[in-house]
């Protein structure tokens, strides 16, 4: 029953073959296409991209495959990366080809067996499972569901298991995994019940269903329960008194045309106010509150919570302001959906999504209940929609699209939709135009929502080249707004200068938002004085370089949660004909258990890494060394002795200074490199543009170890010297040369490719050397861990940086709308006259105005490396929406005041965001705050805030056509509730 779980996997070790027999085997497996119930593993990407790399998978990219001196050995398999620090736990948010690479069965143990996993790694194993109703595809699943095992016996309830399971496993299994990892025999009669809300159970009857079709979710708690020896069950018959899910029974009458009954109205009770929002997930009390009931309160009809089924409050808050809807909502609950179910159209969804929703609504406006679960809705959605049928957190916009569209189809009145030609203005007026167009749209398109919630737009395309102008007028069913947004953006980052007796210093830089890492060199480079081709942008994570940045890589792609270090090299290209940058790392010794039941001794990486400049040729061990110490004076105690030189020239004068053999005589000076080239290269860094220059600086460098014998016997009167001021030909006493050893490593630190030794014989480095200082077990009492974390903050960090913003309102959004912009190079439009591709001009206007406005304030920002959410308070009015000015058709424009209903409001971020709803209820005009299960008054005040995501309007009466007065504006409420 353990499948796709976290575990090490069991093949057992062999040497690997040669490189071409590695790549053979590989690729005859790699492309294997998706079975369901296959087993793939994941494999951190950038483990997989070096092993790529040595064996040259991808053909183009040869140089050095093999050999282990220009091509680094990718060592055990490192999952670490992908790992919560600490854990064996998958991070958060991952991203395939990004952060992970799938693999089948087959290769994962080909690369087991030949490289091992590292240190702290485990296999992750996942299955293929199978989404969709009717268009079935397979997907592997990355993340597991876990749920939170109870036993529940005549005795009480025991302490909760997590256990993680695939949502193609039985219920049956999950019953059987749960008996096993709660010590009940297998000989007991158990049955599980879900826990979904506080003493809110359901009986899990059909035990053949997977958990995908049962509705069960990442965090829930299950409950088992075992039989008594009586052959009692230890609740007896309570069951029937536990709250179900939302279903066609929930008391919903297709007659009547109310908001509920006449009874279940008389019978609110105003206590539906005082529920307070907890998250299904949580770690609460409901764990242990023992078998509790369902809470039958009565409620006012569409005051009903939804309970949050695990990650569901996108769906709360959409589904709460479709109910607020009063159009839709009589529609549904007067049963005229019945009459105009539309299970034939090969677009729709067999009229269950209508269905579900209308069964959805009757419980909600029922007035029976305080709280449903809306689970037979999602199981529906889910069916039709796969990627909403886990237990992710999704977008509201996306559902309500999904939703709406959904709804049109199954009740769409055409029941056979004819072909229709699309036509292009051809010069004709833009009424005849917009009016051939609605009639065309309404032969294939006839519903509920088409009469009340689509609109028409007008699309202007003019061809920059010809001049000829295009003009078609669509329908549209949201009103999708951009937002006035910040061009920058602050990026803090940690700068290592050369110097070693400067501190490392953090720097707040403001950027471009969407600019590139060259952006960021050039605006550091402003703040502190050094040229910017001398300035190295890296991602360091777990003591190791994660990502050496090129110049023209985006900024888009550094995000909030990484360690950007900058650090300040001596040379301006990776392919410098004199200097090469090596990348270091520090290791200690460890005890590790891993690989078997007696301790053997492994190294790990602590510290900050360093890029060390030295001369790509004639590099002894010796001068390597004395280089090294002279970058590790940071990290070093004061008790050991240094001398101060005065540099005028640039900064790796100083290094060569630092790297004089035992005759004194100075090692090539590679300060200056006459050939400037296209950028830095590190590893997997891209070129990027510099030009030539230096940084004066003073530093410390450590003296000749050949010069500090005759000082080292002086005694007490030596130390009094070491602190009084020394020429700059006076020596002092330097660091012993077995602090640590030096070996080269992997990009990853942690494989041994060669320990070097001081042979007197030059070093052979390369652009793709990585070396590691192995320090002994207690370091030395040379290094300072105090002082390796120190750290200095710039001014700016500190600076004030909340400037009073502009307060947006609607109508700025609006007229960014319709604001006419040059498509984009990558969006070209096909021009009809010149036959070509152009970036043409392209406006929208408004045309046809909807009874029902949704309005999408589109906050969220994607790309392929960056998810970004805007903040930007955007006032807007709760009557008297006039959009008389932005219609340009007349017709529309004596009817063009909206009043708001409904609002779909975000807060947090992306990764921990929540949905929320305020609805306007119908009844006595109140407005609620809908948060998932919990319902409550709210103020017209709070309406307006940074969260509000979707607006629903609704068009007023004609006989309540007079514009909006101040105080019925929102600015004021706005300003108000912000303070």
């Known amino acids: 029953w353990i499948k796709g779980r976290i575990g090490r996997t069991q093949s057992q070790r062999r040497p690997p073959p040669s490189v071409e027999k590695q790549r053979e085997v590989v690729k005859k497996r790699y492309q294997s296409p998706l079975y369901k119930g296959d087993s793939w593993y994941l494999v951190d990407t950038r483990w997989f991209q070096q092993w790529k790399k040595y064996v040259g998978f991808d053909g183009w990219d040869t140089d050095g495959v093999g050999d282990s001196s220009t091509c680094a050995h990718p060592g055990p398999i490192d999952q670490t990366p992908l790992y919560e620090r600490g854990t064996t736990q998958l991070r958060s948010s991952l991203l395939d080809e990004m952060d992970y690479t799938l693999v089948p069965d087959n290769v994962w143990k080909e690369l087991h067996a030949w490289f091992g996993l590292a240190d702290g790694s485990e296999a992750i194993c996942r299955r293929v499972v199978e989404f969709g109703m009717f268009t079935k595809h397979c997907k592997v699943e990355v993340y597991l569901i876990e749920f939170k095992l109870l036993k529940v016996e005549g005795s009480g309830e025991s302490k909760p298991v997590t256990m993680g399971f695939s949502r193609s496993d039985t219920v049956n299994e999950v019953k059987e995994a749960a008996m096993k990892a709660l010590n009940v025999p297998a000989e007991s009669e158990c049955r599980l019940w879900d826990r979904y809300v506080t003493s809110s159970m359901s009986l899990i009857k059909d035990e053949i269903q997977t958990v995908q079709e049962a509705g069960l979710y990442s965090g829930q708690v299950v409950c088992l329960e075992v039989k008594n020896t009586d052959g009692t069950w230890p609740q007896g018959q309570q069951e029937k008194t536990y709250s179900t899910s939302s279903s066609s029974s929930s008391g919903y009458s297709s007659n009547n045309s109310g908001y509920g009954s006449t009874s279940s109205t008389s019978n609110y009770s105003s206590s539906y106010s005082s529920a307070s929002y907890t998250s299904p997930s949580s770690s609460s009390s409901s764990y242990f509150s023992g078998w509790g009931w369902s809470s039958k309160r009565p409620s006012k009809p569409g005051l009903c919570g939804l309970s949050n089924l695990g990650n569901t409050c996108f769906m709360n808050s959409a589904l709460q302001c479709m109910s607020n809807t009063p159009v839709l909502t009589r529609y549904f609950l007067g049963g005229k959906h ?18 579900a929703y209308a069964s959805l609504l009757g419980e909600v406006w029922g007035g029976r209940v305080s709280t449903t679960a809306p689970r037979d809705f999602k199981y529906a959605v889910g069916q039709f929609a796969p990627q909403f049928s886990g237990f992710a957190q999704h977008d509201s916009h996306e559902l309500l699209a999904f939703l709406m569209d ?22 004709r007026p833009d009424t005849v135009v917009a009016k051939e167009a609605w009639e065309n749209h309404l032969k294939r398109n006839d519903s509920i929502i088409v009469d009340h919630f689509q609109g028409q737009f007008k699309s202007t395309l003019v061809c920059p080249k010809c001049r000829h102008v295009s003009v078609t007028f669509d329908p549209f069913m949201f009103l999708s707004l951009p937002l006035p947004l910040a061009k920058t953006r602050q990026l803090k980052v940690l700068l290592i200068r050369l110097d070693p007796e400067t501190k490392p210093t953090y720097y707040s830089v403001m ?437 509000a995501y979707v607006l629903f309007y609704h068009r007023r009466k004609s006989a309540d056509q007079a514009p909006a007065t101040q105080a019925e504006g929102t600015a004021a409420d706005a300003d108000a509730s912000l303070e």
């Open 338 to 355: 019945v009459v105009e179910l539309n299970k034939d159209n090969p677009l729709g969804m067999k009229g269950k999504i209508a269905f």
């Open 406 to 427: 959904g709804l049109h189809e199954d009740l769409n009145r055409i029941k056979k939709k004819p072909c229709v030609e699309l036509k292009d203005s051809g010069g």
């Open 511 to 947: 950027v471009p938002k969407y600019g590139c890492v060259k952006d960021l060199k050039n605006k550091l480079g402003e703040m502190t004085s050094i040229a910017p081709e001398y300035l190295v942008v890296t991602d360091v994570y777990n003591h190791r370089f994660h990502k050496l940045f090129a110049d023209n890589d985006g900024l888009s792609g550094i995000q909030e949660r990484d360690y950007i270090y900058v650090y300040e090299v001596s040379v301006t290209r990776a392919d410098d004909p004199d200097t090469v940058v090596l990348p270091v790392y520090h290791r200690q010794p460890r005890s590790s258990y891993y690989y078997s039941y007696s301790s053997n001794l492994t190294l790990q990486l602590f510290g900050l890494p360093i890029l060390l400049c030295v001369p790509r040729k004639n590099t002894t061990y010796r001068s390597l060394y004395k280089a090294l110490q002279a970058q590790l004076r940071r990290c070093m105690k004061d008790s050991v002795p240094v001398r101060k030189i005065k540099a005028t020239s640039s900064p790796a004068t100083l290094l060569s200074m630092a790297m004089e053999d035992d005759s004194g005589t100075e090692m090539q000076d590679f300060s200056k490199s006459d050939n400037i080239g296209d950028g830095l290269e590190l590893m997997d860094a891209d070129n990027a543009s510099s030009s030539n220059g230096g940084t004066p600086m003073e530093t410390s460098v450590l003296e000749n170890e050949s010069n500090t014998t005759s000082n080292n016997i002086k005694g007490d009167d030596s130390d009094k010297q070491a602190d009084s001021p020394q020429p700059d030909n006076a020596t002092t006493p330097a660091v012993k040369e077995d602090n640590f050893t030096i070996a080269t490593v992997n990009s990853y630190g942690n494989t041994l490719l060669e320990e070097l030794h001081d042979d007197g014989k030059p070093v052979k480095l390369t652009n793709r050397t990585y070396l590691a200082l192995d320090w002994p077990e207690e370091k030395s009492c040379a290094y300072s861990e105090k002082r390796s974390d120190e750290f200095e903050e710039d001014d700016s960090c500190h600076a004030n940086l909340t400037k009073a913003k502009k307060s947006f309102d609607l109508y700025d959004c609006l007229k960014l709308f319709t604001t006419e912009e040059q498509l984009g190079e990558d969006d070209p439009w096909f021009c009809p006259k010149c036959k070509e591709h152009q970036q043409a001009m392209k406006k929208f206007d408004l045309w046809k105005l909807p009874d029902v406005l949704v309005i999408h304030l589109k906050r969220f920002s994607y790309n392929r490396y960056w998810r970004d959410k805007l903040e930007t308070l955007i006032s807007f009015p709760l009557r008297g929406l006039d959009l008389t000015a932005v219609c340009i058709d007349e017709a529309n424009q004596a009817n063009a005041m909206y009043d708001l209903h409904a609002v779909s409001n975000h807060y947090g971020g992306l990764g921990g965001g929540h949905y929320t709803a305020y609805g306007q209820n119908e009844k006595d005009g109140a407005w609620y705050s809908f948060d998932d299960s919990s319902v409550s008054d709210a103020r017209e005040s709070e309406l307006v805030s940074k969260s």
